[in-house]
Structures are given as structure tokens and as C-alpha cells.
């Protein structure tokens, strides 16, 4: 047990501290453990996302500890692992074969006529494998240990693992995902566990996630539209459109949150792509669309869910930028530590 009777969460931060400057640096001493797994093999638009986490771990040394809605909850201990080099390596090189993939599918050419390309799609989908085997793993490992556990991207594809360890333990659980876009695709651009294609992976392979819910969905394409007329009684979406003519129109987000709400089960995993909130927020992430939720808007809902006794069984965080931009750094850092805390809070 770590001895906090020397720690002032007032004073200037030490550097020698791990994540939020809290003296906790081992998955022993932890109540609530981030995962951080930098890949981006199949990202389809900006790149960057595989090396946000050690910003985002700078960027929360910059946090002050004391909120009314949290109390003293980091006492029971929050901590981040060292990310893992050999799946950033494997990352880097497949997502240079990835591009030139989707370089060549884009022209009309066929990928069977072409060697190179039939050799780069089998080592892209069995990286897909090896990572969702490893980021599986790692969780299990965690989870078997009695921890909390977030998961810190990387990609949106990263987290169909980690899903996948959750399920092991709990049936009938809600994936609450939060994103620009559906993630419905089926095999985006060949890559069977492309980032675009997790939510749809989710549903075809835990029939545990008996729900998902989507909020702030503004980009879709017709394949994705279609899926989701066939499968209402398990995927409810609220389109950012909708939500925003219904305020426009007077609907206060307190209701709406009832209603996103009243579509929960007693289990629920936060899934929060950073692109579903207003891209001004975090402008480096991958794929940034106009529209979407202020971060304010989305840790109300989840201090709803929480005040309901619902459990919050797990989260991710995922598709944030770098680039050396400390506004994504430091939004995702504050995203970081509401979700920890309310991870915490939440199995009480």
C-alpha cells in the first residue's frame, strides 16, 4: 500500500511521478490500471493517434487533483503502464504497407493480380489478429488481478480486445460509444479489423454486448445506414443531427440524457472516440467533423449513468491526435481523469 501521508495534491507536481502526478507506479499499487496501446495500422485519414500517449501522460501532470464530484476517489490509485514498443513498431510498419494498399485498391486495381499487394493485405489482417490477441491478454491479466481497467489508443480498432476480455466476465453489457462515426463497416478497405470496422466487429463476435449506443454519429455511409435499419432492437443511434434540431427546438440535454439512458442495461462500457466531440477540442484527431459534443456535455451524461447505480464496467479512449499539439494533449488528459474517476466511482 502506498503511503500518502507525505504527498500534498496541492503542491507543484513531480515529474518523477506517473500518471496525474500521482505516486503510484506499479499495477500493485493501483485500484484503476491504463492500458495505453499505440496502434494505428488502418487509420484512413490523418496519422498520429499511435503516439498520443506519452503527451497525454505529460499533459496530466498539469491536472489538479481536487474536484467536488471526486473527492479524494485517486487515493485508491490510478496508474499507466510503459506503452509497449513492439506493437508501436509492428503499428509503423503496417500502417506504411496499409497506405500503399489503399493507394492501390483506390486506382481500380486488382489485389489479386499483384503479389506485393496479396502479401501486404494477409500481414495488415494478421496484424489486426496479433493485436487484439495481445491488447486480450494484457486486459485478462489485468482484470484477473482484481484491477479497473481503461484503455488508453491508439485507433478505434484497439479496443475490440479488450471488449472481448470484458465479455469473459459479464454477459449482457452495453458498449456507449461516443464518435463522429458508426464503425460499421464490414472490412473497411480489406482490413478486417480496420478501426472503421470495430463496432460492427463487436456485434458479430460478443453476443454478450447485448446493446450499443451511439451518440454524436454524423458521418455514415449507406452500407452503415442499411446495417442499422436491419438491427435496431440492438444498435440505437442518436444521430448528432437530431440531437441538435431537438435542442435547437428546445429539448434540453438533461432529457435527452434520460433517454440516452432509459437504452442502458445495469452494464455499460464507454467506448469515447475523441472525434465525437466538436472538433475545436481535439483538432489533430484522425478524421475531425464539424459538429459534435463540448466535453462538459458528455461527462454530465456519465455522472447521470453513474448516479443511477448503473456500473460502469470499463472505457477506452481512443483516435486522439499529437503533433505536439498541446490542446489535444491536454483535453485528452482531463478526459482521461474524469473517466478514471468515474470508473472508480462507479464500483463502489
Not at 446493446?211 to 454524436?216: A, D, E, F, I, T
Request: hydrophobic content about 40%; glycine content about 8%.
Amino acid at each position: 500500500m502506498v503511503d500518502l501521508s507525505a504527498f500534498d495534491p496541492n503542491d507543484v507536481c513531480n515529474p518523477e511521478n506517473g500518471l496525474f502526478g500521482l505516486p503510484f507506479n506499479s499495477v500493485e499499487d493501483a485500484k484503476v490500471v491504463v492500458l495505453p496501446v499505440p496502434w494505428e495500422a488502418t487509420v484512413t485519414y490523418g496519422s498520429g493517434t499511435a503516439r498520443s500517449i506519452d503527451p497525454i501522460l505529460k499533459a496530466s501532470l498539469q491536472i489538479d487533483l481536487f474536484d467536488p464530484d471526486f473527492g479524494d476517489t485517486w487515493k485508491k490509485g490510478f496508474y499507466m503502464a510503459e506503452p509497449n514498443k513492439k506493437i508501436l513498431t509492428k503499428s509503423d510498419y503496417l500502417r506504411k504497407e496499409a497506405e500503399l494498399f489503399v493507394d492501390y485498391i483506390c486506382h481500380g486495381e486488382e489485389v489479386g493480380k499483384n503479389n506485393f499487394m496479396c502479401k501486404s493485405i494477409r500481414e495488415i489482417n494478421e496484424g489486426g489478429v496479433y493485436l487484439n490477441k495481445w491488447v486480450y491478454e494484457q486486459a485478462i491479466d489485468l482484470l484477473g488481478r482484481g484491477k479497473l481497467v481503461g484503455l488508453l489508443g491508439g485507433d478505434h480498432s484497439t479496443s475490440l480486445g479488450f471488449i472481448k476480455a470484458l465479455s469473459e466476465t459479464n454477459n449482457n453489457f452495453a458498449v456507449l460509444q461516443i464518435d463522429a462515426h458508426c464503425d460499421l463497416r464490414k472490412a473497411y478497405e480489406g482490413f478486417t479489423y480496420s478501426h472503421a470496422s470495430v463496432m460492427y466487429n463487436v456485434l458479430n463476435e460478443i453476443p454478450q454486448v447485448s446493446k450499443l449506443v451511439q451518440l454524436g454519429v454524423r458521418e455514415f455511409c449507406e452500407e452503415e445506414w442499411n446495417f442499422l435499419q436491419q438491427n435496431q432492437e440492438r444498435v440505437y443511434t442518436f444521430y448528432d443531427k437530431k440531437v441538435k434540431e431537438r435542442m435547437y427546438e428546445g429539448a434540453t440535454w438533461a432529457a435527452i440524457t434520460e433517454e440516452i439512458i432509459a437504452q442502458l442495461p445495469e452494464r455499460i462500457y464507454i467506448s469515447f472516440d475523441v472525434d465525437g466531440l466538436d472538433p475545436k477540442l481535439c483538432p489533430n484527431t484522425g478524421l475531425p467533423v464539424q459538429g459534435g459534443f463540448e466535453a462538459e456535455q458528455i461527462m454530465y451524461l456519465i455522472k447521470k449513468i453513474v448516479a443511477t447505480g448503473r456500473k460502469v464496467i470499463g472505457f477506452d479512449l481512443v483516435e486522439l491526435g499529437s503533433n505536439n499539439n498541446i490542446i489535444d494533449a491536454t483535453v485528452g488528459a482531463r478526459l482521461l481523469w474524469n473517466l478514471c474517476n468515474w470508473l472508480c466511482l462507479s464500483n463502489q
